[in-house]
């Protein structure tokens, strides 16, 4: 059974870090090695893809996020990361984390919800202004 757990996130002010983290069981993160993913929702917003990573070391990032938000995972852990830096007030959401039905994360739709078959329970991030 697939899980994910989502943790780091908390209530921070603007201009300042946070690093969220998701830890994944019941499959072989390193051998099964698929692209993984951060989302988020904000309150009556719907959910979006904020960024991305597989195993080549490919990265897609939101415009929103680009050159404040850092993607990695460590495959020996099984855990992905989302560094966050410079936070605004607009980042303010859940943010979940989430497994691709595929090893590469595609160009076009890496933020397609569909393409995710698994889903963590969220993490709320919270900026203040």
């Known amino acids: 059974q697939v899980q994910l757990v989502e943790s780091g996130g908390g209530s921070v002010q603007a201009g300042g870090s946070l690093r969220l983290s998701c830890a994944a069981s019941?499959?072989?993160?390193?051998?099964?090695?698929?692209?993984m993913g951060w989302f988020r929702q904000a309150p009556g917003k719907e959910r979006e893809g904020v960024a991305v990573?597989?195993?080549?070391?490919?990265?897609r990032y939101a415009d929103s996020v680009k050159g404040r938000f850092t993607i990695s995972q460590d495959s020996a852990k099984s855990t992905l990361y989302l560094q966050m830096d410079s936070l605004k007030a607009e980042d303010t959401a859940m943010y979940y984390c989430?497994?691709?039905?595929?090893?590469?994360?595609?160009?076009?739709?890496?933020?397609?919800?569909?393409?995710?078959?698994?889903w963590g329970q969220g993490t709320q991030v919270t900026v203040s202004s």
């Open positions: 989430a497994r691709n039905k595929v090893m590469f994360c595609s160009t076009s739709d890496w933020g397609t919800l569909s393409r995710y078959n698994f």
């Open positions: 019941g499959y072989s993160y390193a051998y099964n090695s698929v692209c």
């Open positions: 990573v597989d195993s080549t070391g490919t990265t």
